[in-house]
């Protein structure tokens, strides 16, 4: 499989890692909890940089040859 397929593959990973802090927060809440620990906008972040990542792995992987 080429370099591009897994690029693609691991920028979808990343993306849908980020999706359930955005997509079910009441789902994910008690999951969470286990975190408390650790600030808001810090997952916040976590979440918005893996998307971030994820898209620009999946452009690489499209179109970066």
Same mark, same amino acid.
């Given at each position: !499989?080429?370099?591009? +397929?897994? /690029?693609?593959? /691991? =920028?979808?990973?990343? &993306? &849908?890692? %980020?999706? *359930? +802090? !955005?997509?079910? *927060?009441?789902?994910?809440?008690?999951?969470?909890?286990?975190?408390?620990? !650790?600030?808001?906008?810090?997952?916040?972040?976590? =979440?918005?940089?893996? !998307?971030?990542? =994820?898209? &620009? /792995?999946? +452009?690489? %992987?499209?179109? =970066?040859?």
């Amino acid at each position: !499989m080429s370099k591009s +397929y897994w /690029l693609t593959v /691991l =920028g979808l990973i990343c &993306f &849908f890692e %980020g999706l *359930p +802090y !955005m997509a079910a *927060p009441d789902q994910i809440k008690d999951w969470l909890r286990r975190l408390a620990a !650790m600030e808001s906008a810090h997952l916040r972040w976590v =979440g918005a940089v893996m !998307m971030v990542l =994820g898209l &620009f /792995l999946v +452009y690489w %992987g499209q179109h =970066g040859q």
